[in-house]
């Protein structure tokens, strides 16, 4: 089965340093997604893109994020300037069409520690 | 807005036993639900959604789900528990007004098999 899949599963980096998270979604979706967990919180939305450009941000999604399909195939998350509350586990996700007519498929994360 | 509430942070069965994982939820619009599944060192995998047909889901690995409006409410059940279902369960809520494609989680229910 197809699956997301999230390079790299561990990134450590430095605080005020630039991180490039990256992801392939599945190759007939449409939708991609960002999503974080900070440990012991919930899930957060964090942006959706469609049609090369951003459909949906969260508050969370502020200058300092942004997101980039440099191809037909990456999906990446780039942090500018990172703070030691980036940390926490990145999944990208990609679904065929919009949500209330196909699920979300996640990939296994990126686990994001900012020293 | 939309927010979902798992009840138990944490759910301990026996092999073999019932499970049962709650959740309610709040929704202003009709919402779609899903259950997701997360194992250690895994992404979020769907398990079952419910979309406005049967109130009855039935998903994957034998697990199945009621929507109940009237209690706002989206339990998770299976009827023998197997070691290997021991994993973090969220529940999740979308609502038609959703745009964006936005998936509001809960805080999640890990479950525990006993031998």
């Known amino acids: 089965e197809p699956e997301v899949t999230q390079t790299p599963s561990h990134q450590v980096t430095q605080m005020g340093q630039e991180v490039i998270l990256r992801c392939v979604p599945i190759s007939n979706h449409l939708y991609f997604y960002w999503y974080r967990q900070i440990l012991g919180q919930k899930v957060e939305f964090l942006v959706s893109f469609y049609n090369n450009e951003i459909s949906e941000k969260s508050e969370i999604f502020d200058d300092q994020f942004s997101v980039e399909r440099p191809d037909g195939s990456n999906f990446t998350l780039k942090i500018r300037s990172t703070k030691l509350e980036d940390s926490a586990m990145y999944f990208c996700?990609?679904?065929?069409?919009?949500?209330?007519?196909?699920?979300?498929?996640f990939g296994n994360g990126t686990r994001l520690t900012v020293t | 807005a939309q927010s979902v509430t798992q009840l138990d942070s944490h759910v301990s069965v026996s092999e073999g036993t019932p499970v049962l994982l709650r959740c309610n939820y709040s929704?202003?619009?009709?919402?779609?639900l899903f259950w997701y599944v997360q194992h250690p060192n895994k992404g979020l995998q769907l398990l079952l959604k419910y979309t406005s047909a049967a109130t009855l889901v039935k998903g994957i690995n034998g697990f199945e789900a009621e929507f109940k409006k009237s209690e706002t409410s989206f339990h998770l059940t299976k009827p023998s528990a197997h070691m290997s279902d021991a994993a973090e369960y969220f529940c999740v809520v979308s609502d038609d007004n959703n745009a964006g494609n936005m998936l509001t989680f809960g805080g999640g229910t890990r479950l525990m098999v006993k031998p």
């Open positions: 996700a990609s679904s065929v069409a919009e949500l209330n007519n196909s699920p979300l498929h």
């Open positions: 929704s202003s619009y009709s919402p779609s």
